[in-house]
């Protein structure tokens, strides 16, 4: 839905550079016919766009799957062959993006963007096809899907990949059109017997009794080669202590901008909130390891808004509102900005239940 100013949609994305392919955050906002891109400094958007993208004759991909270690990025190619290669901060956060981009890209066709709404929502699976066709290509080394150590709930299961991670391939691959497409895929997959669930969440899944539904489009839930899963007895090993603090439930993840502690500056990290046990992680999205560069229990802590007039105590830097406080139980402050009201009402209602 078209906003004042003829704003479509706007946020935080993490974009690769074009001379130095180094990752940094920047604020953008896409309009009909453009999509401009803004430099964060002391915790305020730029006045001028440090970029923008001519969206007139430009193909989007998504997902694109360039790079092992950005599951989450949009790849779109300008009329000139520019590449821009853009990540979101989750695969809902990513979709709702590549779908506002492409309604944006073929606006001046009302018949394309009707195609695009019934693409959304249809479902047709090709006449034709293989399964082990598919599983071939997932082994090939060169394009296929690489199974990794993945944790849920406290244990890190070996040799896993993750369910929204499959359907993403399974689309890029051509195998399926839609998301709706690939999950039904991977059900059959399983069914099959080519696929196992590994872990509480996938192997909830498979007591549904709609095929579309055993599948789950997820990145919590963890899928395993059935001959690994013959082959490997010892699929599961515990966490040590200090990563026990990531086993719990996602509840909540995106990007917001913190004041740092020493040096009193605004960085744009990616938040993850978890429940059992309650904790808030930040990420540097900038780096590729995925590795929290902070964070801190929830138990015990306080949450709360601050004013949107004047700069609040505590806070450096001509900022702008949205801004909110966690004072945790070692009374450590923390400041955070959201980047609209609506935003931080949200982050604050997930936090406070965890406190």
Not at 60 to 82: A, D
Not at 110 to 128: A, E, R
Not at 132 to 160: A, F, L, W
Not at 269 to 286: I, K, M, T
Request: net charge positive.
């Amino acid at each position: 839905m078209e906003q004042e100013g003829g704003v479509l949609k706007e946020g935080f994305l993490v974009k690769r550079g074009h001379v130095v392919h180094n990752w940094k955050v920047r604020w953008f906002v896409l309009r009909q016919n453009t999509l401009l891109y803004y430099k964060l400094e002391g915790g305020r958007r730029g006045t001028s766009p440090k970029g923008r993208i001519l969206l007139d004759g430009c193909t989007i991909t998504c997902p694109c799957l360039e790079y092992e270690n950005r599951p989450l990025l949009i790849k779109l190619r300008t009329r000139t062959s520019t590449d821009y290669f853009l990540e979101a901060c989750s695969r809902e956060e990513r979709d709702a993006w590549a779908f506002e981009i492409t309604g944006a890209i073929h606006a001046g066709q009302p018949g394309k963007v009707q195609q695009l709404h019934i693409m959304k929502n249809s479902f047709q699976l090709p006449s034709h096809i293989s399964l082990h066709d598919i599983i071939d290509k997932m082994h090939d080394s060169s394009c296929g899907i690489r199974p990794s150590p993945n944790m849920e709930q406290g244990s890190t299961y070996k040799k896993t990949f993750i369910g929204s991670s499959l359907v993403d391939w399974l689309i890029s691959s051509h195998f399926a059109a839609s998301r709706i497409e690939a999950v039904t895929l991977a059900s059959m997959l399983m069914e099959e017997n080519f696929l196992q669930p590994i872990g509480n969440r996938s192997t909830e899944a498979i007591r549904s009794g709609d095929l579309a539904e055993q599948f789950v489009d997820d990145s919590t839930a963890l899928y395993i080669f059935t001959e690994s899963y013959k082959k490997k007895t010892n699929l599961k090993e515990e966490f040590n202590f200090s990563t026990a603090e990531l086993s719990g439930t996602v509840i909540k993840q995106g990007y917001l901008a913190k004041q740092g502690h020493k040096r009193k500056n605004w960085k744009v990290r990616r938040f993850v909130l978890r429940s059992d046990p309650a904790f808030l992680h930040y990420y540097n999205p900038s780096k590729e390891e995925n590795k929290p560069v902070g964070g801190f229990s929830l138990r015990g802590s306080l949450v709360s808004a601050l004013e949107d007039n004047g700069v609040p105590t505590g806070v450096k830097g001509n900022v702008q509102g949205n801004l909110f406080k966690v004072i945790t139980k070692d009374d450590i402050h923390y400041y955070i900005q959201a980047s609209s009201k609506a935003e931080r009402a949200e982050w604050i209602e997930a936090i406070k239940p965890l406190t």
